[in-house]
């Protein structure tokens, strides 16, 4: 039997590389806006470059970094639910988080979902919905159900490869290629078919736009497929302004403050998070200087005439423009994670009804949504966060039409929102709502032996502990609903089953066939296996209590076995 195989996390990159292009394809407006964020992150690497000399990043240092890919899919039947996570699984992606979007208020859809991605240092995630029928009256239940019945996304090849890795231990590389193939050619392709014109209608105009995209359609299609950007608002100004909503005027104003930001804020914290490819030792080695306000109004010069290009005139395809304000905590909040996107495209569907009939329409449901992820928070930090969002959503509440009008006043007041919320790293560590990551510096090696003190914050202090966040890895339902609402003109649905339906993670665990990750378990692991390692490094084991110890051992259980590997293949 042929043992050849080949690295799972290698094979991830590869098929994430396939997808992109496969979308970029689909998707012109996809391609376009990467080569935005291109110019968007040249130009803030340039700005570091400027306070940090000797720190440089070149297009292909650029894309490794900010290659990784988000995508999301939405499945209609519990057994293609298990095929898929059998799928990612070969990719050395696990479900991550039970995500109840049934149960979010008002923003609330008839969807349970999961986030595909490896456990640790992942390079892609895959947010994956499975619509729920019971959400739905008997009869409308009985329609999707129906429909949904003898559809055939998973080919048999598909099937047998998924199987014979499951069997084996592996795949060769020629077996992954095929396996990859399928998932572009037929899992996640989008073929502009549908089904029953008449069920997909009687849907939309119920308020159930998520459900028609997911019972109609013969593919499990890539709903957007995210890249990560340095700097969110740098990205949202130049995009509006390509897309033609924005005047030269109102780019300088927005983009330069974004760029101000970062003169000032964007320390060594900041280039650890974003500039994964360089290790904490390497951004240490590097001199600081001081940055003049000037270099950011040439940075924005430059940005300009680059935006200016026909090639970057992105008003000239078709869109629907973007979304008039960014999903998650206020700028200058470095926790968890913030979206954004230009609007769901307009896109032709044929219809194949049940009477043998065409219906030849549109259908709006693919956007391209971007992210710029921070700190993973505690649970003290994410109650924090959940307090500011709900301050924040009362605020909007009040003039839901302010972003559009001013930006710069919802701006502020949701900056005003986030005030209590610490804005630096050793802040958010120090108060417990972040997660950190320790190892000893050189000067607390060589004090090893003679340090008095075991308490964390006061050798990191000291000088004799190196302190970093960890970076937030997974979703925010409310944001992600947020994302839905702007792109489908549609806030939130409500159940017309004549009993609403409760959902729970073992429910969707036993469509899975395999446990869920708790993400709060694995960071609280990670945390806690760096101190442990930390305090023996430092001969300081012996200082801590019993219970301290046990504490930290047991939650150091949690930490994911084994580091993925950093990517080492670039996305497009």
């Known amino acids: 039997m042929s043992r050849d195989f080949v690295d799972r996390v290698e094979m991830q990159n590869r098929l994430f590389s396939e997808l992109s292009r496969m979308f970029g394809e689909e998707v012109p407006l996809y391609d376009k806006s990467l080569a935005v964020n291109l110019v968007c992150n040249r130009a803030v690497c340039a700005l570091v470059g400027r306070r940090f000399p000797g720190f440089s990043m070149s297009d292909e240092q650029i894309n490794l970094t900010s290659g990784e890919r988000h995508g999301a899919i939405r499945i209609g039947r519990p057994d293609e639910y298990r095929w898929i996570g059998r799928f990612f699984s070969v990719f050395a992606m696990e479900p991550h988080n039970f995500y109840d979007m049934a149960s979010i208020g008002a923003k609330s859809q008839p969807v349970i979902a999961t986030a595909f991605r490896s456990e640790a240092y992942p390079e892609h995630r895959v947010f994956s919905s499975l619509l729920m029928t019971d959400y739905f009256d008997e009869a409308t239940q009985e329609r999707v159900e129906t429909l949904l019945s003898d559809r055939c996304v998973f080919s048999d090849r598909a099937k047998a490869l998924i199987e014979k890795d499951e069997s084996e231990g592996g795949l060769n590389r020629e077996d992954f290629e095929a396996l990859i193939h399928e998932g572009t050619d037929r899992i996640f392709k989008w073929t502009g078919r549908a089904r029953d014109h008449q069920l997909y209608k009687d849907l939309c105009e119920g308020g159930f736009k998520i459900a028609a995209d997911i019972a109609c359609f013969d593919s499990h299609h890539l709903n957007h497929l995210t890249p990560n950007t340095f700097c969110m608002d740098l990205y949202t100004s130049a995009m509006k302004y390509a897309l033609g909503e924005y005047d030269e005027a109102a780019l300088r104003l927005r983009a330069g403050a974004a760029l101000e930001r970062i003169r000032v804020d964007g320390d060594r914290d900041y280039m650890t998070l974003h500039f994964k490819h360089l290790t904490r030792a390497e951004i240490d080695g590097l001199p600081e200087t001081d940055v003049s306000g000037s270099v950011v109004d040439e940075l924005i010069d430059g940005l300009v005439d680059r935006l200016n290009e026909p090639d970057l005139d992105l008003s000239k395809l078709d869109h629907a423009g973007f979304k008039d304000f960014t999903e998650g905590p206020a700028v200058g909040t470095p926790v968890l994670l913030r979206q954004d996107a230009y609007k769901a495209l307009t896109e032709a569907v044929v219809f194949h009804n049940p009477d043998g009939t065409e219906t030849r329409t549109v259908h709006t449901a693919r956007f391209g949504e971007i992210e710029q992820r921070f700190y993973a928070t505690t649970p003290k930090g994410r109650a924090m966060y959940d307090q500011c969002l709900a301050e924040h959503e009362e605020a909007r509440s009040q003039d839901p039409g302010l972003a559009k009008r001013d930006f710069e006043a919802y701006q502020a007041a949701q900056i005003q929102a986030y005030a209590t919320f610490p804005k630096t790293l050793g802040e958010l560590l120090e108060q417990g709502l972040v997660y950190g990551r320790y190892e000893p510096t050189d000067a ?121 590997r950093r990517s080492t293949a670039l996305v497009k």
């Open 444 to 564: 607390g090696l060589a004090a090893a032996g003679s340090i008095q003190t075991s308490d964390l914050r006061t050798l990191v202090q000291q000088g004799y502990v190196r302190a970093d966040g960890l970076r937030y890895e997974d979703f925010l339902p409310f944001s992600a609903a947020g994302i839905f609402a702007s792109n489908l003109n549609q806030y939130g649905t409500t159940s017309t089953a004549r009993q609403r339906k409760e959902y729970s993670q073992e429910m969707l665990e036993e469509i899975l066939g395999k446990p869920i990750v708790d993400t709060d378990r694995s960071y609280r692991g990670m945390e806690a296996q760096s101190v442990l390692k930390t305090y023996e490094r430092l001969g300081l084991t012996g200082w801590l209590s019993e219970a301290e110890l046990s504490r930290l051992k047991k939650d150091a259980e949690g930490c994911p076995v084994g580091v993925s």
